[in-house]
T-cell receptor
Framework: GQQLNQSPQSMFIQEGEDVSMNCTSS?????WLWYKQDPGEGPVLLIA?????ELTSNGRLTAQFGITRKDSFLNISASIPSDVGIYFCAVTTGTASKLTFGTGTRLQVTL | DAGVIQSPRHEVTEMGQEVTLRCKPI?????LFWYRQTMMRGLELLIYFNNNVPIDDSGMPEDRFSAKMPNASFSTLKIQPSEPRDSAVYFC?????????FGPGTRLTVT
């Protein structure tokens, strides 16, 4: 099946630093989504991207849908302790609602 | 809206026992998904429904797993008989188009 490669696998940063993570694929997709999962909870949708080249912000989060439609990145500015969690990229495959998830980036924020 | 509701949140059972996980999707959503999450395999799609009809069950690991959606507001995932390797967190998600919303998950431990 489709493979989404997320990097880095994990990050340890200090509070206040900016964070950047990305997701790549060998296939073209029409929708890229970014989710965050807190410990003991389900993934929560952060940002949805529907158009190649699209740049979308949600507070301190910014995500872009790559021009080639094979990649996406997520940036978090001025990180805070509650940013801790696992961040997943996801793409729609086949029918509009079926998602394939990346392997996740685990973010740790130290004070 | 209360979001996607799952029960129970935690389930501990002995090998060989039947386990039933329950999900109430967000009202008005016509897609419902069941996922399994483990450290080794990440988030895996097991089955999904559209308008209460199973569309793709290719992710269901074995015949021991079955899922039903008798109406638009309720779905079950059943494992019979359960085995230790079924231990995982099981998530239910619902959507209209593209953007899936996840429940808090059921952590299943089979001893």
């Amino acid at each position: 099946g489709q493979q989404l490669n997320q990097s880095p696998q994990s990050m340890f940063i200090q509070e206040g630093e900016d964070v950047s993570m990305n997701c790549t694929s060998s296939s073209i997709f029409n929708t890229w989504l970014w989710y965050k999962q807190d410990p003991g909870e389900g993934p929560v949708l952060l940002i949805a991207l529907y158009k190649a080249g699209e740049l979308t912000s949600n507070g301190r989060l910014t995500a872009q849908f790559g021009i080639t439609r094979k990649d996406s990145f997520l940036n978090i500015s001025a990180s805070i302790p509650s940013d801790v969690g696992i961040y997943f990229c996801a793409v729609t495959t086949g029918t509009a609602s079926k998602l394939t998830f990346g392997t996740g980036t685990r973010l740790q924020v130290t004070l | 809206d209360a979001g996607v509701i799952q029960s129970p949140r935690h389930e501990v059972t002995e090998m060989g026992q039947e386990v039933t996980l329950r999900c109430k999707p967000i009202s008005g959503h016509d897609y419902l998904f069941w996922y399994r999450q483990t450290m080794m395999r990440g988030l895996e799609l097991l089955i999904y429904f559209n308008n209460n009809v199973p569309i793709d069950d290719s992710g269901m690991p074995e015949d021991r797993f079955s899922a039903k959606m008798p109406n638009a507001s309720f779905s079950t995932l059943k494992i019979q008989p359960s085995e230790p390797r079924d231990s995982a967190v099981y998530f239910c998600a619902s959507s209209l188009v593209g953007e899936q919303y996840f429940g808090p998950g059921t952590r299943l431990t089979v001893t």
